[in-house]
């Protein structure tokens, strides 16, 4: 099921399909990446994590949607949170990306086919089996020991552990909790399809990285940090 | 004197193991096989000795040295576990307040209404939906 690549179908119905965008400090990019995904969305939800550089006000010209953060909580828990509202407003499908543009909402499309094809609840985007358009040697490397190590302690046959595209129906959303803040979140919710077993397709994706992404996005010593974050959520069970 | 001093401080990290057990069976285990370790000692100092003997470590004031560092270790770990369940509460209590004030602009209401004229509305405030 999760290798799965389907033929083109007609376009996707956008009703009922939701972005949440979690953002901080991401005011140059923000207001292309909401206009570039209404077009394959009926609602944008940006997330706007105290940014201090006037994300939410671009956000919101661009036509999205705004649940703002009083303090910086993280990722993980910005992309709860727009689940959440997302939910609360009668969303029927969840896509989640990242602010700073290096994914693209074309492709939202192709995971809605992806998943009714496959009658899966969750697509997850993966760079390789897509593309990773400029990405470094050594993030090409931790990610792929990423892959190993929730292949390990999952179960799950993934090719890309933390991409930040993915799509969600409403049940499965509501089954996910993400407790992680930070960017551990990613792991925890393949732990989550893992534990629940919901079904899940791997749908490819391009990842565009660019001198801005490098600049916002993790570093490669996040990745000592998520394993700090995994071990204690381990120790709390 | 100070056998039944250390017994009663002991005592207070078995108390304190049981109030951990719902957070984490891992911590609550590790700290109350320590500290039984530890009142064992205090009652029969000759067994440190001995079992510090066949543990490879010269004395038993060592190995209590040891053991000590290993209890602080895992109060740590405890304690952190505790500052990560203030964190997921004080997380959800900012959650419930912004699910509380999302911002939208308001789409123009009569024809003829520019965008301009539009407005940013809060749930909050009566005027979004």
Known sequence: MNQFVPKREPHASRSGVFAVVPAFNEASTIGDVVRNTLRSVERVVVIDD????????????????????????????????????????????????????????????????????????????????????????????????????????????????????????????????????????????????????????EVPVTVRYTDYSHAKGQSNLDSVNILLDLIMSWLRK | MIEWILTALLSVG???????????????TAIVTLTLTGIVFVWEQQASTRIAHMLGVGRGADLVLYIYAAISFVLIISLLLRIKQLQEQFTELCRAFSLAHPLRVEAPREAGQTNEASKVSSDADGEGK
């Open chain 2, 14 to 28: 078995l108390v304190f193991a049981v109030r951990e057990w719902k957070r984490s069976r891992i911590l609550c």
């Open chain 1, 50 to 201: 105290a940014s201090t550089d006037g994300t939410a006000t671009v956000a919101l010209s661009a036509g999205a949607e705004v649940v703002r953060h009083p303090i910086n909580l993280g990722q993980g828990a910005a992309i709860q949170t727009g689940i959440t509202h997302s939910l609360a407003e009668g969303a029927r499908y969840i896509v989640t990306l990242d602010a700073d543009g290096q994914h693209e909402p074309d492709q939202i499309n192709l995971m809605m086919e992806s998943m009714a094809a496959a009658h899966a609840d969750v697509a997850l985007g993966s760079r390789f089996k897509g593309e990773a358009i400029n990405i470094g040697r050594l993030r090409r490397v931790v990610l792929k020991l990423a892959v190993l190590f929730t292949r390990l302690t999952t179960g799950l046959d993934v090719s890309d552990s933390h991409n930040g595209f993915r799509m969600f129906s409403a049940a499965a959303a509501r089954q996910l909790q993400i407790r992680q803040n930070r960017m551990a979140h990613a792991s925890e919710i393949l732990e989550e399809i893992s534990r629940k077993r919901v079904s899940f397709v």
